[in-house]
């Protein structure tokens, strides 16, 4: 860092002479002069004296003022020199201060402790090796004369700052052997000090008292540093600090060497020349106390074991009330926690690979080796695969594994805990009881461990509410959380942090995360390389800090000791009902109530409750029901259908839903519960006028019903069929083929299952599995073929208007011989065809023709509509309004089937079947 230069004072130039006013002196004797002349008095002589007088004074006063403005500039000289001295003296000491906070020696590093870079330690890391002189930045200009020059020589050399060089092979000492080990401890100890185990290590072999928190790291990519003692060599390391006699050779690839014989003034011999300098020493004492500061300090993650198998921990006794378990080792034995005395909640924390779920499995496991069943209880929650806790699904103690592979199993699990927490609550309060340690209340700890809690509420971020309320509310009722997440920043709430005071971090990558956790950046700045793997920092309420444990691995044949131990108990129930059938038989359930037909069961996992769901048929109106293909959209129905035989169903065929939705606008039928399936592909089968005019009447008679029920099935909420749907107050949404189909289906996002199975939806925001009754000859009256209404001629004279006239005229007289059947037109008008009995023997006169040939044989056209039968063909359905003057919708009747409309004395039409020989193809 360059600051700008101190600016000297510039010599002080000598006063000015005044100048001697020999012009003004003339004056006066010039006067004089004058007025003797004029005059001739004597006196006049003394005027001119004035001017010599006058030069005089001037010369005195000149003196005087040189003197005063001499001893003034003298002045502020001084004055700036004391200015720039004082300065100079500021900025040394800052410079001084300034390289000391940036290479601190122990001393300084023991007085505010140093800051550590997050760079990593190599051959060009700066060490100090005492106190001397060195280069200073500071600049001086100005201030020419000799006492510039002076301050200038002074300005260039610190003497007393730190004599820094870098790291490199090492440093060789070359001194007494006690002097020579007091400057090598206080290099250690600066190197321990400045450097976290992170980023240097200490190789051995180390002497007795020298083992700091870097001692043996196993953590890679950290800088060794060893020692060397009397030219023995030291274990391979980076760089090596070597202790050698007087006169011993310097060790190969060693460029710096401290020569001493006093501390006060050794020798530096670097590769620059030789340099005077004084040397830190410390004692043996001083040292172990530094070592033992700094272990504690960084948590001894450096000094644990490499490895730590469960079965290899001390035996926790049993505490009544706790739920104590060791988890891990640090170097000055187990480390045990208690979920109860700790918690009553532990929040887990660790990048992926780096043990967290190995520590999830050793606790759950440790807990469960000293604890019964009847005691504590496990729920698992695997949200990063689905395999973490396989090793303890056969503990007798774990009544449930959620895993991210059954998303509607995880989510009905994490949702019942609710109910749970009532249910305790409600035992407490029947017992009389504060909390669980009541010896009246007789009910497991229920222990809820969390794998990748993040992933869970990323998932279902409505549940991260249920956690919350369990964290607030379990001590007392006897729940606990273990939550497991990669990061604790942004994916934990304040709320839930609050009531996790029991923190255990691996190693994560950013400091916020460990900060949060343990309270200080120990667990991001442990190394990412395997030896790392299970090293922890555990922080318990009572923790002034964070210490670090090598947590414990629990092998397969601990935990089949485990089940063996407890395999005389029976496994408790869960803490929620099992999940609904995938197959509910009719049979399997309680008969309904008089009036009520059943649908299935419900599924509450909020109230632990299973309840059979009925349709009151006449007293609520009904609900749809919204599935994709095989969803069993059928089955809900055919379920209704069995329970209530006098069921009126509309049929699937256009024709005859809409002649069944006349006979239910009529009233003519009785029945109570009114079944409609694929009600959206029954309107996609009209045309466009007929498709909205059955929704709208459709839609009206299910609002205006009173003492009805409908079910209507759709494959989807779409189009016209919407209208029909939003007249039910209800809803059943079984599977559906995409999520944006779900959505449009009035579903939320959480419950879409794309692999649901049939006949599992969700009715009032409750799931619900549809009861189920075999298929067989169901064929109800109201959906089976009806007798068709076959056309019988009722008068003698018959108009048909129709398009391919030549083909229905050959099929007309094949299907009527004893009739007379003519085309339309004026040619057959002027022959005298189509009269009634024209034709000897005929019955009568069939008229056929389009729009076009009856409007040239008007006359005829007039007749039949005043005394004949009218016939319009279903293909020419806009004849019925423009030859006929029908204006409302006739009966739907399918084109191209031998359909038609009769219509008689201006009676509204009617549809009737043709003879199969006027088909059109």
């Not at 004797?29 to 001739?40: R, S």
């Not at 185990?197 to 990519?221: Q, T, Y």
């Not at 414990?552 to 999940?579: F, K, M, N």
């Not at 107050?729 to 959480?750: D, F, W, Y």
Request: proline share 7%.
């Amino acid at each position: 860092m360059t600051s700008d230069s101190i600016a000297l004072p510039a010599a002080v130039p000598p006063p000015r002479r005044p100048p001697i006013p020999f012009v003004a002196a003339l004056v006066p004797l010039a006067a004089g002069v004058v007025l003797w002349t004029v005059t001739g008095s004597i006196l006049s002589l003394c005027f001119a004296l004035l001017g010599p007088l006058m030069i005089f004074g001037s010369l005195l006063d000149g003196i005087r003022q040189r003197r005063r403005e001499t001893k003034r500039l003298a002045a502020e000289a001084e004055a700036a020199w004391t200015r720039a001295e004082d300065e100079l003296a500021e900025r040394r000491r800052q410079e001084s201060a300034r390289l000391w906070r940036r290479h601190p020696d122990v001393a300084r590093c023991l007085t505010a402790e140093p800051l550590h870079e997050d760079l990593p330690v190599d051959a060009g890391t700066a060490i100090v090796l005492g106190c001397g002189e060195t280069p200073s930045e500071i600049r001086l200009t100005g201030g020419d004369d000799e006492r510039g020059r002076e301050m200038r020589r002074r300005a260039v050399l610190l003497d007393d700052a730190p004599v820094v060089v870098a790291l490199g092979r090492g440093v060789c000492i070359r001194a007494p052997r006690t002097i020579g080990l007091a400057i090598a401890r206080a290099l250690v100890a600066q190197l321990c000090l400045r450097y976290l185990p992170s980023r240097l290590v200490l190789a051995g072999p180390l002497p007795e008292g020298w083992s700091f928190g870097h001692a043996r790291s196993g953590m890679r990519g950290a800088w060794s540093v060893g020692l060397g003692l009397g030219g023995e060599a030291a274990s391979a390391a980076d760089s090596v600090i070597w202790v050698c006699d007087q006169g011993d050779a310097v060790p190969d690839g060693i460029t710096t060497v401290i020569d001493c014989t006093d501390p006060t003034d050794a020798t530096l011999r670097t590769a620059d020349g030789d340099q005077r300098i004084a040397v830190e020493c410390l004692s043996a004492a001083q040292l172990a106390e530094l070592a033992r500061a700094s272990a504690e300090r960084i948590g001894g993650a450096a000094e644990l074991p490499e490895r730590v198998r469960l079965a290899e921990l001390a035996a926790i006794e049993a505490r009544p009330g706790g739920l104590a378990a060791a988890i891990g080792r640090r170097i000055d034995g187990d480390v045990v926690v208690d979920l109860v005395a700790d918690g009553p909640h532990a929040m887990v924390t660790g990048m992926t690979g780096v043990g967290k779920s190995e520590l999830l499995v050793t606790w759950v496991a440790a807990i469960a080796a000293t604890r019964a069943p009847e005691e504590v209880v496990f729920v698992l929650a695997d949200f990063k695969g689905g395999t973490a806790f396989d090793p303890l699904a056969g503990l007798p103690h774990v009544t449930a594994v959620l895993t991210d592979l059954d998303e509607e199993g995880a989510r009905r699990g994490v949702e019942s805990l609710t109910a749970e927490l009532r249910r305790r609550e409600r035992i407490l309060a029947a017992a009389g009881a504060k909390d669980i340690s009541d010896p009246a209340v007789r009910m497991p700890r229920l222990v809820i461990v969390v794998d990748e809690f993040a992933a869970l509420l990323q998932e279902h971020p409505d549940l991260g509410a249920v956690f919350t309320d369990i964290a607030a509310r379990g001590r007392a009722l006897g729940m606990h959380l273990i939550l497991g997440t990669q990061r604790a920043a942004g994916v934990i709430r304040d709320a839930l942090a609050a009531n996790c005071p029991l923190r255990i971090s691996l190693r994560v990558s950013d400091p916020a995360d460990s900060r949060m956790v343990i309270g200080s950046e120990d667990a991001a700045d442990l190394d990412g390389g395997p030896l790392a793997r299970g090293i922890a920092f555990v922080r318990r309420p009572q923790d002034a800090a964070a210490g670090a444990m090598r947590v414990a691995l629990t092998g397969h044949d601990h935990l089949e000791e485990i089940v063996t131990r407890w395999s005389h108990v029976e496994r408790p129930l869960g803490p929620w009902l099992p999940a609904l059938p995938t197959m509910l038989p009719l049979d399997a359930l309680a008969p309904a109530s008089a009036g009520e037909a059943i649908i299935g069961l419900a599924d509450e996992p909020q109230r632990q409750r299973q309840p059979v769901i009925t349709l009151r048929a006449g007293r609520e109106r009904g609900f749809g029901v919204i599935g994709g293909p095989g969803a069993g959209k059928s089955t809900v129905l055919r379920t209704l259908r069995a329970q209530d035989p006098t069921a009126f169903t509309i049929p699937s065929d256009p024709e005859r839903a809409w002649d069944a939705l006349g006979v239910l606008e009529r009233g003519e039928t009785a029945a109570s519960l009114i079944l409609c399936d694929d009600v959206d592909r029954l309107l996609a089968a009209y045309p466009t006028d007929y498709a909205l005019a059955f929704a709208d009447r459709m839609e009206q008679f299910i609002r205006a019903a009173e003492g009805r029920g409908v079910v209507l099935t759709a494959g989807r909420s779409s189009g016209t069929a919407t209208r029909v749907l939003e007249a039910l107050p209800e809803r059943m949404l079984l599977r559906l083929p995409t999520r944006s189909e779900h959505l449009a289906a009035g579903g939320e996002t959480a419950t879409f299952l794309r692999e649901r199975p049939a006949g599992r939806g969700h009715l009032a925001a409750r799931e619900v599995q549809v009861a189920w009754v075999p298929s067989g000859p169901d064929t109800p009256a109201s959906d089976g073929p009806a007798s068709e209404d076959r056309w019988h001629p009722e008068r003698r004279l018959i108009g048909i208007v129709g398009n391919g006239s030549g083909r229905l005229l050959d099929g007309l007289r094949s299907a009527f011989p004893g009739w007379e059947v003519v085309p339309a037109g004026p040619a057959a008008a002027a022959a005298g065809e189509g009269e009634p009995g024209a034709v000897e023997g005929t019955t009568g006169c069939i008229i056929v023709g389009d729009g076009e040939s009856w409007q040239r044989d008007w006359t005829r056209w007039q007749r039949v509509r005043a005394e004949g039968e009218i016939l319009v063909i279903a293909e020419c359905a806009a004849q019925l309004r423009t030859m006929v003057g029908v204006r409302e919708l006739a009966p739907y009747a399918r084109p191209h089937r031998a359909r038609a409309w009769r219509v008689l004395d201006g009676r509204p039409p009617t549809r009737v079947v043709l003879p199969r020989e006027t088909e059109a193809g």
